[in-house]
Nanobody, 123 residues
């Protein structure tokens, strides 16, 4: 059974940093495409960052490019999302999603989902 577990969320002031982690069980995460998604109250879910198999390439939505970065820890079966220079607009529940194929991730979908972690950024 595939399970994804997010951690690392919390409350920070604008300009602060958080590091989210997505730990996988039941799969080797390096063999999957992984995305970090977020959903703010009253808004649709959006994909903010994605990394392909073996962490070769990563993509970021314009609003987080240059502030967020992804990394793959194969030994730990974990994908990290480092978030710097956080803004109040980054406030949302952040979800980790994994799929054997990358196109669903880029389209905002995934075969496997975590339960999410709350990120709150105050002005």
């Amino acid at each position: 059974q595939v399970q994804l577990a997010e951690s690392g969320g919390g409350s920070v002031q604008a300009g602060g940093s958080l590091r989210l982690s997505c730990v996988a069980s039941g799969i080797r995460i390096a063999n999957f495409c992984v995305g970090w998604f977020r959903q703010a109250p009253g808004k649709e879910r959006e994909v903010v960052a994605s990394i392909d198999k073996r962490g070769t390439n990563s993509n970021y939505t314009d609003s987080v490019a240059g502030r967020f970065s992804l990394s793959l820890n194969d030994l730990g079966n974990t994908v990290h999302l480092q978030m710097n220079s956080l803004k109040p607009d980054d406030t949302a529940i952040y979800y980790c999603g994994a799929d054997y194929w990358c196109s669903p991730i880029l389209a905002g979908e995934a075969a496997h989902w975590g339960r999410g972690t709350q990120v709150t950024v105050s002005p």
